[in-house]
């Protein structure tokens, strides 16, 4: 399914991407990356917006730039991007605040059905992993490529 | 001067920018990533079951 998306911009290892949002705010340059994990085999999904003129990261900011779908949808393009280079990785992800779980919560339930086609999704909850469902709020996320 | 990306290039929606790989080992989100190693510590990795070959 072929979701509005930003062009995105990427280095060889493809573990840095970069976007622009643009919106009500103007353009908001926006970085992703996937940390190595201390734990094998796993990345951590991080992204924020790019401070103008420094090279530091806000992962808290909200942007408000009226395209949280767009965002979404290129972040996801992203880790297709990653999952490609690096199949058998697993993919660590939780919002840097409660709010924005529950907005990556929304954006994986939206898209569920199509997800599920290439990836295992596994969400957190009371410490324990389970296959992602709808309608249960779940504290960090896995994604794995099939 | 860096030249500015162009969001509207409609022609390729992936480019590749050799000057983003001085964040590949950057220290960024470190409180998210410490956060995140600290619950698979105690969590692990979910039991996947093994694929019929």
Redesign the interface.
């Given at each position: 399914m072929e979701l509005p998306?930003?062009?995105?911009?990427?280095?060889?290892?493809r573990?840095?991407?970069?976007?622009?949002s643009?919106g009500p705010k103007g353009?908001i340059?926006k970085?992703i990356?996937f940390?190595k994990?201390?734990?094998k085999g796993?990345f951590?999904l991080?992204f924020?917006d790019k401070k103008p003129g420094t090279?530091e990261?806000d992962?808290e900011v909200i942007s408000n730039n009226g395209d949280t779908r767009k965002v979404l949808a290129t972040v996801a393009?992203a880790v297709d991007?990653f999952t490609r280079e690096y199949p058998s990785t697993?993919i660590?992800a939780?919002g840097?605040t409660r709010p924005r779980t529950r907005l990556y919560q929304m954006g994986i339930n939206k898209y569920l059905h199509e997800i599920v086609k290439d990836f295992?999704v596994?969400g957190?909850i009371d410490?324990?992993?389970?296959k992602f469902r709808s309608g249960i709020m779940y504290?960090?996320f896995?994604v794995k490529r099939k | 001067m860096k030249k500015k990306k162009n969001n509207n290039d409609k022609r390729l929606m992936v480019e590749i920018d050799n000057s983003l790989e001085k964040y590949v080992d950057m220290p960024l989100f470190e409180e998210k990533v410490n956060e995140a190693n600290r619950i698979l510590s105690k969590v692990g990795l979910p039991k996947e079951k093994k694929k019929n070959k």
């Open positions: 998306r930003y062009k995105i911009f990427y280095e060889r290892s573990r840095v991407f970069e976007f622009n643009v353009e340059s970085l990356r940390t994990m201390r734990v796993v951590n991080a924020g090279n990261i992962d393009n991007m697993w660590f939780v840097s295992e596994y957190l410490g324990e992993w389970q504290e960090a896995l | -």
